[in-house]
């Protein structure tokens, strides 16, 4: 009996949305095509009518985080301080994050740092530039709006997003390590005090 039109896109889509939870969560080693399979409801030799290979398929997973991402909402919306630095805010509770969030570039970033696959490696550094040139864009903005304490100079912008980017994803890194929440809340809070003293803002308690 043959497949109903579109079965084939469905079963794709759930093998992407199975894979793009598991990886966001966990990272491209530590989740095996029988794991995504699974998590999918099909079997392990469905895979292969859909994708080439788990690293295929990675690529595919990063593609469609980029939709809707948090970090592209963030550049979206107001243009204030405030919405600069809740990239960092909304990341204090990290298990309802991984639990609720709808993944995006940002992740890859969390979940790669130092993998040498050489499929994984470009992504990384392909979010490492789309996440830098979010950032760079509203300090421009923001800077020129005459709300931030330094000009709209590309160079000093350019280092600013540097520093803020290395905060952010060497505090998620170490607090996704750290089992207890109060120190996880600790990391995340200290990094997000030192970027808005970087940005000239007093202050900088995290909130729910």
Do not use: C
């Not at 570039?105 to 040498?116: K, T």
Request: net charge positive.
């Amino acid at each position: 009996m043959p497949y109903a039109k579109g079965h084939k896109e469905k079963s794709k889509d759930r093998i992407l949305n199975s894979a793009t939870e598991l990886f966001s969560r966990y990272g491209f080693d530590k989740v095996s095509i029988a794991q995504i399979m699974h998590a999918a409801k099909m079997t392990h030799g469905a895979f292969y009518a859909h994708f080439e290979s788990k690293e295929a398929l990675f690529r595919a997973s990063f593609l469609e985080t980029l939709k809707g991402s948090r970090a592209a909402r963030l550049v979206k919306g107001p243009l204030s301080i405030k919405h600069l630095t809740s990239l960092v805010t909304n990341y204090w509770n990290l298990r309802e994050l991984e639990k609720n969030s709808k993944p995006g570039p940002e992740v890859v970033l969390f979940n790669e740092a130092g993998n040498q696959n050489d499929s994984v490696k470009p992504l990384f550094e392909a979010s490492y530039d789309n996440l830098k040139k979010m950032i760079e864009t509203r300090l421009l903005a923001l800077s020129k709006l005459k709300q931030l304490p330094y000009e709209a100079n590309r160079e000093i912008i350019a280092d600013k997003s540097r520093a803020i980017l290395s905060l952010l994803v060497g505090a998620v890194v170490v607090a996704k390590s750290i089992p207890q929440e109060e120190e996880r809340r600790s990391i995340l809070n200290a990094a997000q005090k030192q970027i808005l003293t970087m940005l000239g803002v007093k202050g900088g308690e995290l909130t729910d």
